[in-house]
């Protein structure tokens, strides 16, 4: 089932499945989600919960108990449930099942909500542990957007400007997308500004951490674009599929990584995921604004 809500600016539509983006649409109807055209890629803006990116096997272990998980989890395959939903906001919800459990022993309650304010949408993950044990988990965001926003415009127009100079490192892959244990200077031009190139994926995504959490999408000063802003989210993933034209970048806000190369992580020793005590709720919003 599809959700709509809308204000003067803008209007949004999400999906049940996944409680996924499926439309960005200015007042004036340009749209700027990714369509999910699977020539190049199926996704539009799935949430990442309860893990983000590829385990070792597609396996972990937790309690000396081994359990199977594929890619970003499995928040993107179930049918979430509406909490509240009014004219400009929605929050959609998941808990945990018996079919859950046997892929991820934890009680649990999964929230998402879309909230309008202006020209700008507030993504909000709240989870909550209803447990009686600590409770590990990754979590993010995965949004596409179309590049190019305008007619005339190619790909090679768009950059990342990120609000202040930094000096973040890219988290480097192995060849199977696993991290390979070392970080390398990633330098922006400027000290603020990543131009787009199809070439930047070949190798899968980039991972920034240290990055200055502000960054605005477009072709420059006039022209359409966005700002994304994840305060709280200690990682950033840029890409689109590798090797190929794909008219349109994911800007992916993450709160974890992925496994290590050829390790099968045990989930209460990865040292990112975030721990959340027995009855204990947390929390992470960010944001997109659309000009």
Same mark, same amino acid.
């Given at each position: 089932?599809?959700?709509?809500?809308?204000?003067?600016?803008?209007?949004?539509?999400?999906?049940?499945?996944?409680?996924?983006?499926?439309?960005?649409?200015?007042?004036?109807?340009?749209?700027?989600?990714?369509?999910?055209?699977?020539?190049?890629?199926?996704?539009?803006?799935?949430?990442?919960?309860?893990?983000?990116?590829?385990?070792?096997?597609?396996?972990?272990?937790?309690?000396?108990?081994?359990?199977?998980?594929?890619?970003?989890?499995?928040?993107? %395959? =179930?049918?979430?449930?509406? &909490?509240?939903? *009014?004219?400009?906001? @929605? !929050? $959609?919800?998941?808990?945990?099942?018996?079919?859950?459990?046997?892929?991820?022993?934890?009680?649990?309650?999964?929230?998402?909500?879309?909230?309008?304010?202006?020209?700008?949408?507030?993504?909000?993950?709240?989870?909550?542990?209803?447990?009686?044990?600590?409770?590990?988990?990754?979590?993010?965001?995965?949004?596409?957007?179309?590049?190019?926003?305008?007619?005339?415009?190619?790909?090679?127009?768009?950059?990342?400007?990120?609000?202040?100079?930094?000096?973040?490192?890219?988290?480097?892959?192995?060849?199977?997308?696993?991290?390979?244990?070392?970080?390398?200077?990633?330098?922006?031009?400027?000290?603020?500004?990543?131009?787009?190139?199809?070439?930047?994926?070949?190798?899968?995504?980039?991972?920034?951490?240290?990055?200055? %959490? =502000?960054?605005?999408?477009? &072709?420059?000063? *006039?022209?359409?674009? @966005? !700002? $994304?802003?994840?305060?709280?989210?200690?990682?950033?993933?840029?890409?689109?599929?590798?090797?190929?034209?794909?008219?349109?970048?994911?800007?992916?806000?993450?709160?974890?990584?992925?496994?290590?190369?050829?390790?099968?992580?045990?989930?209460?020793?990865?040292?990112?995921?975030?721990?959340?005590?027995?009855?204990?709720?947390?929390?992470?919003?960010?944001?997109?604004?659309?000009?």
């Amino acid at each position: 089932m599809l959700h709509t809500i809308h204000n003067d600016a803008m209007t949004v539509t999400i999906d049940d499945l996944g409680a996924q983006l499926m439309s960005i649409t200015a007042a004036d109807g340009t749209e700027y989600l990714w369509n999910g055209d699977p020539a190049y890629w199926g996704g539009r803006a799935p949430n990442l919960f309860p893990y983000v990116g590829r385990l070792t096997n597609d396996s972990y272990t937790y309690g000396g108990k081994t359990y199977q998980m594929t890619r970003h989890g499995f928040a993107k %395959r =179930t049918a979430f449930t509406t &909490a509240d939903q *009014g004219g400009a906001n @929605l !929050t $959609l919800r998941m808990t945990d099942t018996p079919e859950s459990r046997e892929s991820y022993p934890f009680a649990f309650r999964f929230d998402v909500t879309y909230v309008l304010e202006g020209s700008t949408l507030v993504i909000v993950y709240a989870v909550e542990n209803r447990g009686g044990e600590t409770m590990y988990f990754g979590l993010g965001g995965h949004p596409g957007f179309r590049v190019p926003l305008e007619a005339g415009k190619s790909f090679e127009d768009y950059r990342l400007t990120f609000a202040h100079p930094s000096q973040p490192c890219r988290v480097l892959l192995s060849d199977d997308y696993m991290l390979s244990g070392h970080d390398a200077p990633y330098p922006l031009e400027n000290g603020d500004i990543l131009p787009l190139r199809h070439d930047l994926f070949d190798q899968d995504a980039v991972i920034l951490k240290n990055f200055e %959490r =502000t960054m605005t999408l477009s &072709a420059g000063e *006039g022209t359409r674009g @966005l !700002t $994304l802003s994840c305060p709280n989210m200690r990682y950033l993933g840029i890409w689109h599929v590798p090797k190929t034209d794909a008219p349109y970048v994911c800007l992916e806000p993450w709160a974890s990584l992925p496994s290590r190369q050829d390790v099968v992580e045990d989930l209460a020793q990865q040292n990112d995921l975030i721990a959340l005590e027995s009855g204990q709720r947390y929390e992470n919003r960010w944001t997109i604004t659309i000009f």
